[in-house]
């Protein structure tokens, strides 16, 4: 099993930056796939990026938000990032990191299809 924390999160004004972090424990981390989801206010948990296990060479977006936010990983401090930027008043929302020990593809974009969640990162963006 693993453990997941994200942090990161706050209050931004609309086109500026944040990154998240997720720090995970508790089982080897490179074997897992990570992801990213968020969830509005008033609305369903949607998938944000996903990266490939071990090295991370591959990353997977959700269309509307490629070119702002970056997935990566860093494997010996057990942590996966979302970079945001350029952000706008809909991106606010709770966001939660997500793993699973299958590969990255064919990529999971339910949330019923990841094992593992965090507890979430408030992100706010005024306009």
């Known amino acids: 099993q693993v453990q997941l924390v994200e942090s990161g999160g706050g209050l931004v004004q609309a086109g500026g930056s944040l990154r998240l972090s997720c720090k995970a424990s508790?089982?080897?981390?490179?074997?897992?796939?990570m992801g990213w989801f968020r969830q509005p206010p008033g609305k369903e948990r949607e998938f944000v990026a996903a990266i490939s296990r071990s090295g991370g060479g591959v990353t997977y977006y959700t269309d509307s938000l490629k070119g702002r936010f970056t997935i990566s990983r860093d494997n010996p401090k057990n942590t996966v990032y979302l970079q945001m930027n350029s952000l706008k008043p809909e991106d606010a929302a709770v966001y939660y990191c997500s793993a699973d020990y299958g590969p990255l593809s064919p990529v999971r974009t339910g949330i019923r299809e990841w094992a593992y969640w965090g507890q979430g990162t408030q992100v706010t963006v005024s306009s």
């Open positions: 508790g089982s080897t981390f490179s074997t897992y796939t």
